[in-house]
T-cell receptor, first 115, second 114 residues
Framework: NAGVTQTPKFQVLKTGQSMTLQCAQDMNHEYMSWYRQDPGMGLRLIHYSVGAGITDQGEVPNGYNVSRSTTEDFPLRLLSAAPSQTSVYFC??????????????FGNGTRLTVT | AQSVSQHNHHVILSEAASLELGCNYSYGGTVNLFWYVQYPGQHLQLLLKYFSGDPLVKGIKGFEAEFIKSKFSFNLRKPSVQWSDTAEYFCAVSQYSSASKIIFGSGTRLSIRP
């Protein structure tokens, strides 16, 4: 089925470990983004990309890296996990290069716990 | 930096009651405005959006929102809610000059009593 696929669905990390959250879409969307969702704080934008080779920072980029080598994939890397990064992470994509002029399509989320 | 405020964190209504959820944003320039909804166990999905033109925007499932530029507001309304409207509602904004940076509010949880 077409859509946004996030892996893994659940992950537990120890403080200081690194990992990559995967996001792939098969809709040929130019725009992709990562959000984290925390209780009472809604969704906060971490990083976004308007096309392959182009990324930019969102509201809360510290502690996270991204790259966009292909249109389909937009992985999010945690270099040294901290308990403050415990959250649910959502990847979203959109047709066109801005994310604003057509609806965002969200993945199912990755629930990350850092102990 | 732009920000989005949703002051109602949790709203509880009975079926058939009217709904209005508040959304205010901080940016003074031209903006794009959105309401997204997350039903229990489902993805976020777009309810409605405003880019320009008629400030009263109609969306899916009988929802509408009014853009009031002087008040920096984009409140969501529905004349008569149903139990199936139980969900979390998120207002979002992007600046026209930086349309790619879509900022969400903290969300409002809506509970409908049957």
């Amino acid at each position: 089925n077409a859509g946004v696929t996030q892996t893994p669905k659940f992950q537990v990390l120890k403080t200081g470990q690194s990992m990559t959250l995967q996001c792939a879409q098969d809709m040929n969307h130019e725009y992709m983004s990562w959000y984290r969702q925390d209780p009472g704080m809604g969704l906060r934008l971490i990083h976004y990309s308007v096309g392959a080779g182009i990324t930019d920072q969102g509201e809360v980029p510290n502690g996270y890296n991204v790259s966009r080598s292909t249109t389909e994939d937009f992985p999010l890397r945690l270099l040294s996990a901290a308990p403050s990064q415990t959250s649910v992470y959502f990847c979203a994509s959109s047709y066109g290069g801005t994310g604003a002029y057509s609806p965002l399509h969200f993945g199912n989320g990755t629930r990350l716990t850092v102990t | 930096a732009q920000s989005v405020s949703q002051h109602n964190h949790h709203v509880i209504l009975s079926e058939a009651a009217s709904l209005e959820l508040g959304c205010n944003y901080s940016y003074g320039g031209t903006v794009n405005l959105f309401w997204y909804v997350q039903y229990p166990g489902q993805h976020l999905q777009l309810l409605l959006k405003y880019f320009s033109g008629d400030p009263l925007v109609k969306g899916i499932k009988g929802f509408e929102a009014e853009f009031i530029k002087s008040k920096f507001s984009f409140n969501l309304r529905k004349p008569s809610v149903q139990w199936s409207d139980t969900a979390e509602y998120f207002c979002a904004v992007s600046q026209y000059s930086s349309a790619s940076k879509i900022i969400f509010g903290s969300g409002t949880r809506l509970s409908i009593r049957p």
